[in-house]
């Protein structure tokens, strides 16, 4: 080759090296992630303590850190909810990643206020008998021990506690903060792996029983497992159809106002096959973590063997981080796709209130008759998301706040009725309670009323706003079916009730044990929640309205 042709070459070499446009920077707005950025860093600052502070000192630390920090991140969300970006300044944030709308600011502020509540009761220490003169939690003395092993009976008689549990919620209230704004399908899924895994933990370090309380973690871990490749095949084949991870590209993608294919992907742009696939694999990802039927098979197991608080806890925030997703994807990203969506998600529906309140009936244990109601509940939300209306955006969003709560105060009374083997779960132990202990069992009649959605209670106001909402969409069949469903659910609640003020109590019955401020302060939160949203919940309805337009 002559010098020539080297020369002519190797400047074409430069041209074709020489980049045409600069990688431009992120812009992120954290301003208004700061109620993320808060949770955050507060999670990473509790490892730090774990690993720096003395273990007498870490029990406070932790506590103060993270009712702290959720707190700080509540009042950010309410700043910015009061600076307009619930409703005139919503815009979608950090190059596309998350939405910062009224949905979004109303879902994380549940959200953190019942984590608020749920850490209390993670915090109570009172209900045990002091083991080798130390307070003990919930939580397993020392996680790693084998259950029943001499490294075990150290950690007890030493007096460990498990605080890492403080530090694991934090991380998990991230992923639910992040899960419901996510506007992009690869957010969405980092912050559903980044609210499962911390969960998985939690659910496997009860102090008792703590080989159920393992069971519980791994059924968990595994089908959660399948729900996430569930979730993660739908994404590519939802990016094969769309080209793009975007909510919006997608959406324009199945409204047919795409301006511009991508030549690598012209092949399959648009291929219904895909769509259809994908958006279902995607569903089946978000109708476990709610619970629904056919994916409910781990709800039961699950709430009976993790540590009550975290049964409360998982309870209530992730069905509001759930269902708020789930509203996003179909009303945002799927609106076009509405009626193949609708139909599948009305079977879902039906057979999960039916399913939920009839299994129900059947339950002797208090954790799983409050699984099985968690279920039938799932399916009254879905009436609402079925909707396809304003009105079902926001009835949604009032019955997530109403259900929370109650969830978290139901749990928090669960682990003061107590026996020598801790908490005393079977139906037949709670005989006579009211006798033995009134303001207990009347203080669980109202959450036992306000899920059966008496009058008066949060439990009517809701089912009424979703069931209305569903109503006005079309949906009057689906209202029947879950008019029947709560007729069947009341039953079993009104049993409980029954049993506990109508029935002889047993010599040898279960004690009520006296909590701490803290579990107190949980357990009145959630009556002050049920009764207010019950009474006068027009405010709230009105502020669930006015949340309840997305950003696209």
Same mark, same amino acid.
Request: with cysteine; net charge neutral; aromatic share 10%.
């Given at each position: ?22 990688? @431009? ?18 999670? %990473? ?65 549940? %959200? ?13 220490? =009172? ?31 030493? *007096? ?6 403080? $530090? ?11 899960? $419901? ?40 871990? /595994? ?29 324009? &993608? ?6 511009? %294919? ?8 648009? !291929? ?14 978000? /109708? ?18 993790? $540590? ?19 509203? =996003? ?6 609106? *076009? ?6 139909? &599948? ?43 396809? !209306? ?22 928090? &009374? ?23 202990? @009134? ?34 969409? *079309? ?39 006296? $909590? ?16 207010? /949203?019950?009474?006068? @919940? ?6 669930? !309205? ?7």
């Amino acid at each position: 080759m002559s010098p020539s042709a080297v020369q002519e070459l190797a400047g074409r070499w430069v041209v074709a090296a020489d980049p045409v446009d600069k990688i @431009p920077a992120p812009h992120i707005e954290y301003a208004q992630l700061a109620p993320v950025l808060i949770v955050v860093g507060a999670a %990473i600052l509790g490892i730090l303590l774990e690993a720096l502070l003395p273990r007498r000192s870490r029990y406070y630390a932790q506590l103060f850190l993270a009712v702290a920090a959720l707190a700080s991140a509540f009042a950010a969300v309410v700043g910015l909810a009061a600076a307009g970006y619930g409703t005139t300044k919503a815009h979608v944030a950090a190059m596309g990643a998350i939405a910062v709308d009224g949905p979004t600011l109303f879902l994380q502020g549940t %959200i953190l206020l019942a984590s608020i509540v749920a850490v209390f009761t993670f915090a109570e220490r =009172r209900l045990d008998p002091a083991a080798h003169g130390n307070r003990v939690d919930s939580f397993a003395a020392q996680a790693a021990a084998i259950p029943g092993s001499e490294h075990e009976k150290a950690a007890v008689k030493a *007096g460990f506690t498990t605080t890492e549990v403080f $530090p694991l919620a934090l991380f998990a209230v991230t992923g639910m903060l992040v899960f $419901p704004a996510a506007n992009d399908l690869l957010t969405l899924f980092v912050a559903l792996e980044v609210f499962s895994l911390p969960l998985y933990l939690l659910c496997a370090v009860a102090r008792r029983q703590r080989l159920m309380s393992q069971e519980a973690a791994v059924k968990y871990f /595994l089908l959660g497992a399948f729900s996430s490749a569930f979730f993660l095949f739908g994404i590519a084949l939802l990016y094969g159809y769309a080209g793009s991870v975007s909510y919006a590209a997608i959406a324009d &993608v199945v409204d047919g106002t795409v301006a511009r %294919i991508d030549p690598a992907l012209a092949d399959t742009m648009g !291929n219904d096959v895909l769509l259809l696939i994908g958006g279902a694999m995607i569903l089946t990802g978000l /109708l476990f973590k709610v619970g629904a039927v056919p994916f409910h098979m781990w709800t039961p197991d699950v709430y009976q063997g993790a $540590p009550t608080p975290v049964t409360g806890f998982m309870a209530a925030a992730t069905k509001v981080a759930a269902f708020g997703a789930l509203l =996003r994807l179909l009303y945002v990203v799927l609106p *076009g796709l509405r009626w193949d969506w609708r139909p &599948v998600m009305w079977g879902v529906a039906i057979v999960t209130m039916l399913a939920g309140a009839v299994i129900a009936v059947t339950q002797t244990d208090v954790k799983r008759l409050l699984a099985y109601s968690s279920i039938a509940h799932a399916g009254f939300i879905l009436a609402g998301v079925i909707a396809t !209306n304003q009105q079902g955006i926001s009835s949604v969003l009032f019955y997530l706040a109403a259900y929370s709560f109650v969830t978290i105060g139901a749990f928090a &009374v669960v682990t003061l009725v107590r026996d020598a083997g801790g908490e005393a779960t079977h139906l037949s132990k709670w005989a006579g309670l009211g006798r033995r202990s @009134p303001l207990v069992a009347a203080v669980f009649a109202v959450f036992l009323l306000a899920f059966a959605g008496i009058p008066l209670t949060s439990g009517f106001a809701g089912k009424f706003a979703v069931f209305k909402a569903a109503a006005e969409g *079309g949906a009057g069949a689906l209202v029947v079916v879950g008019v029947l469903s709560s007729a069947i659910a009341a039953f079993f609640y009104i049993r409980v009730i029954v049993l506990m003020f109508f029935s002889e109590p047993k010599a040898d019955g279960p004690s009520v044990a006296v $909590p701490s401020p803290l579990t107190m302060s949980a357990i009145a939160a959630g009556v002050l929640v049920t009764v207010v /949203l019950g009474v006068a @919940p027009q405010y709230f309805l009105d502020l669930a !309205n006015q949340a309840s337009v997305f950003v696209r």
